[in-house]
């Protein structure tokens, strides 16, 4: 009986079974089902119109997506605007000056093609709900571009930028593009992080194209036939809002991997990687899992940054800018690979791969040097940003960072960082005219700082935490790297390192007695055998 | 015709030899991981110090109930008795070839001054490096266990302390095991467990 059922339902299952793959197969021909999501946006008649401009396709996700705006406004990626709620410092791109091409304010038109918005400016209405950029994040084309000069939005119609310059700007059909929207793709979020500070790589050193695709060997979560992870993998998005901040780094998760529902571990930061790990991530050699109190994962799981062929920007000299080659353009200078190692529009360069990273105890605190601080070229260099941390403070892990140094100019008379005007079609930027005067005053003027009117350079540093590109594990470092005298971890404070560490004083009095006990049984043996002769 | 006991059992023996391997080992590899210098690389030292810390434990099982079993543990019974009489001998007898103070026999086999040496090992270096070790190998579980303010320096330092202490006993032992009737007839009789005497 038993039996015989088990049969018939078999049989239902077969025959189930077949009419799916028949079935599927006549849609197939036509058009994949799409699995991930369920809706077509290609098929929604809101998307099929000719767009006219980036706010006409925002407009037309609205009329479905009622709250997306309302929610982009309330994010940094909007604001670029955030309290630092440990130092009340004010931070986000339209606070801090770098040391990279030092500072969006009064730069937006070349800025803001990293802004997810349309038309950033210092009078941007930050509430317009057609100003937020849709695309910029959820097309998958990889068609959608921002250029440089245009405030964030993209070109549609063939336009002569520079003015007057003969070079044109290709216009993009945005219906296509607006249609092919999905959930972000590790190429949305690359636009901008991977090609922050001008170009492929510069700023950060754990981030440039070769996360497109890169192989396990460069990092073991986002390799496409690994792991496959996007970034959204990790920085799980809710609302919009986007989970870890180099603003507002984790310093230390000393939480269990993460549980979804677990009342305490609502608003975790699900970047970390203990959120996934926890405390104990070392199966087969515990011993390992010993580092965890004091050790950042990334410090021993990112052996070197830069690890794609993608070389990032180590040192920027903007102080020795300004030179021209022959026929009066400003110079460039390249290295052996085509990586320009000197520009006339920004001063000298230094770029390095496979970078080993400096360490510091870091608790997640980002200190930042500010427009209003007051800074003094004797102190040089001068932090730009600097993460706090110590030994002792219960907060803090030894972590690796990118230090980047550069010198750029200042106010030597009221000593503070200077905002310059560098990107624009006007006769005051910097990369037009090559004139620090008129760059710094325009630069101060829209910025609605005090200037001095005199320029001077400072040498800068400024920290980034590396915690991209982690390796496989037989890839991590060796015990040696830091357990060693004069290993990577040389440096740090506060922490007894086998290997590295010793008391002098015991190991003085140790040998001491060991070579005692040694010479003392040597000359006894030796008095033995000279007295028994004698004997 | 020498007196010949048999003084060393066959368990005996092999707990000494191979507890001797067991404590050279690790020295060697205590003081790679120490930064003394470089032989198996940090990573194996530490692996290696860490199974042979195991084996030693577990050999130590079995020499405990051996010792309580047999009544061996007698042997250990500290005692001050003709105490400077042997270290007379040592400073000043066996240069003259005078005959050791103290003969060993089945009941007695050590002689006074090795009992106290024995005791010093028993009371203070190997607690010292047993307990240091320990929570070497348990540092992620201090917490848990309340020791909060416990700090690895000072475990290490202890264990260090230990370590030479061990290494200098070591180097007296090697050095008194030759001063028998012949030089090599203590190690003759840890091999073979047969004691002349002479």
């Given at each position: ?34 699995l ?53 410092q ?83 059909d ?9 959930k ?9 992080h ?16 070769s ?31 986007v ?14 991997a ?13 970047a ?14 515990a ?53 320009e ?12 791969t ?9 608790n ?25 941390g ?11 960072i ?8 200042f ?36 910025a609605?700082?005090?200037?001095s ?38 440096e740090?404070?506060?922490?007894y ?39 | ?20 391997a ?39 099982i ?15 019974i500290?005692t ?19 005959p ?20 010093g ?18 540092y ?9 303010d ?38 003759k009789?840890?091999?073979?467990g ?5």
């Amino acid at each position: 009986m038993g039996l015989v059922s088990l049969r018939r339902s078999a049989g239902c299952v077969l025959a189930g079974l077949l009419y799916l793959l028949v079935g599927t197969g006549a849609i197939a021909d036509v058009k994949p089902l799409k699995l991930d999501t369920t809706a077509d946006h290609s098929k929604f008649k809101e998307l099929q119109q000719e767009f006219q401009s980036g706010s006409e396709v925002t407009k037309a996700c609205l009329s479905c997506h009622t709250e997306a705006s309302k929610q982009i406004h309330q994010t940094l990626h909007w604001k670029w605007d955030i309290t630092n709620p440990a130092t009340g410092q004010e931070l986000g791109k339209r606070n801090v000056i770098n040391n990279f091409c030092t500072s969006a304010p009064s730069n937006h038109k070349a800025c803001a093609s990293c802004h997810i918005g349309y038309g950033m400016s210092e009078t941007f209405d930050f509430t317009a709900q057609e100003n937020v950029d849709c695309l910029v994040c959820h097309e998958t084309t990889g068609r959608y571009k921002k250029p440089g000069g245009f405030a964030g939005n993209p070109v549609v119609k063939d336009t002569e930028f520079p003015p007057k310059s003969g070079k044109i700007i290709k216009g993009i059909d945005l219906a296509p593009i607006a249609q092919s929207v999905a959930k972000t793709r590790r190429q949305n979020c690359g636009t901008c992080h991977f090609y922050g500070g001008g170009g492929d790589g510069v700023k950060h050193g754990d981030l440039d194209s070769s996360l497109d695709n890169p192989d396990k060997e460069l990092d073991v979560h986002m390799a496409k036939n690994g792991l496959n992870f996007t970034c959204t993998t990790c920085h799980k998005t809710e609302g919009h809002q986007v989970p870890g901040s180099r603003y507002e780094t984790t310093g230390m998760d000393n939480h269990a991997a993460l549980m979804r529902g677990k009342p305490d571990d609502k608003g975790r930061n699900t970047a970390t990687c203990q959120s996934c790990h926890g405390q104990e991530p070392h199966k087969q050699q515990a011993k390992l899992n010993d580092h965890t109190d004091k050790v950042a994962c990334q410090t021993c799981h990112i052996p070197e940054f830069a690890r794609g062929d993608v070389p990032t920007k180590m040192h920027w000299d903007w102080s020795t800018a300004g030179k021209r080659d022959k026929n009066g353009k400003p110079l460039v200078v390249r290295d052996d690979e085509g990586y320009e190692t000197y520009l006339g529009i920004k001063g000298d360069f230094k770029w390095e791969t496979n970078v080993k990273p400096n360490y510091i105890w870091l608790n997640g605190v980002n200190k930042y040097t500010l427009a209003n601080d007051k800074i003094d070229k004797s102190q040089q260099p001068i932090y730009i940003n600097k993460y706090e941390g110590s030994p002792t403070d219960g907060k803090s892990l030894i972590w690796p960072i990118k230090t980047f140094t550069g010198k750029q100019p200042f106010d030597p008379e009221n000593k503070t960082l200077v905002v310059t005007h560098l990107a624009g079609a006007d006769d005051t930027a910097y990369w037009t005219n090559l004139d620090w005067d008129k760059a710094v005053a325009a630069g101060m003027k829209t910025a609605g700082r005090p200037f001095s009117g005199k320029i001077d350079f400072i040498e800068t540093i400024s920290q980034w935490p590396i915690t991209h590109m982690v390796a496989p594990k037989d890839k991590a470092l060796a015990c040696n790297e830091c357990h060693s005298k004069s290993g990577r971890l040389a440096e740090i404070k506060g922490v007894y390192i086998p290997g590295r560490d010793a008391n002098d004083l015991v190991d003085t009095f140790g040998w001491g007695i060991a070579f005692f006990a040694f010479a003392g049984s040597l000359g006894h043996g030796l008095m033995r055998v000279f007295s028994r002769r004698k004997h | 015709m020498a007196e010949r006991i048999y003084i060393f059992k066959r368990f005996e023996r092999f707990w000494h030899w191979s507890q001797a391997a067991l404590i050279m080992f690790m020295m060697l590899t205590g003081f790679e991981i120490h930064g003394t210098y470089s032989l198996f690389g940090f990573a194996a030292a530490v692996s290696y110090h860490g199974i042979a810390a195991w084996t030693l434990i577990g050999l130590w099982i079995f020499a405990v109930f051996w010792h309580l079993t047999t009544g061996e543990w007698r042997h250990y019974i500290p005692t001050t008795e003709k105490v400077l009489l042997i270290a007379q001998y040592y400073s000043s007898g066996i240069f003259k070839n005078e005959p050791h103070p103290f003969k060993p026999t089945l009941q007695s086999k050590h002689n006074p001054l090795q009992r106290l040496t024995y005791l010093g090992i028993l009371v203070f270096v190997s607690p010292l490096i047993w307990i240091t070790g320990f929570l070497y190998l348990f540092y992620n579980d201090w917490t848990a266990w309340g020791l909060t303010d416990l700090q690895l320096d000072w475990v290490a330092t202890g264990h260090t302390i230990g370590a030479f202490l061990m290494l200098a006993f070591l180097v007296s032992h090697l050095y008194l095991a030759t001063t028998g009737h012949t030089p090599t007839a203590h190690i003759k009789a840890m091999i073979t467990g047969w004691e002349e005497a002479d």
